[in-house]
């Protein structure tokens, strides 16, 4: 059953990957987000360090100069998801990314996964 539940795992994990992150469900949600990265990380991490350090490598990509780190970065375009980065309009902030993102952010668990995956590195 556990040896099933990893395959499907990480079947999933590779499905979403794109290049360099991964998306939590291909048309619904296109792009990163900042609570899935971190808990995405985690599960990279225990079947491929490399893909666990680029999903936390680009959610870092997007974080602003003051150290906001948004809840969306719209690393690519997308037709289905709404509201997408016209709607957020983060770049009329000075602070704003040079990726469009959005201007919330989510509960931090980026701490936390960057422990896990440092001690299961």
């Not at 906001?68 to 957020?88: A, C, D, M, Q, R």
Request: charged residues 20%; hydrophobic residues 35%.
């Amino acid at each position: 059953m556990e040896e099933q539940l990893l395959k499907k795992a990480k079947e999933v994990l590779e499905k979403n990957w794109q290049d360099g992150f991964t998306i939590p469900c291909e048309g619904l949600y296109p792009f990163q987000w900042n609570w899935d990265s971190g808990f995405i990380a985690l599960g990279w991490a225990h079947i491929d360090m490399d893909k666990a350090k680029s999903e936390l490598r680009y959610l870092l990509s997007g974080q602003w100069s003051n150290g906001f780190l948004p809840h969306i970065i719209f690393h690519n375009e997308s037709e289905t998801y709404f509201p997408g980065p016209e709607v957020h309009k983060s770049s009329l902030s000075p602070f704003a990314s040079k990726l469009k993102t959005s201007g919330i952010t989510q509960p931090p668990v980026l701490g936390f996964v960057l422990e896990e995956v440092y001690e299961i590195s």
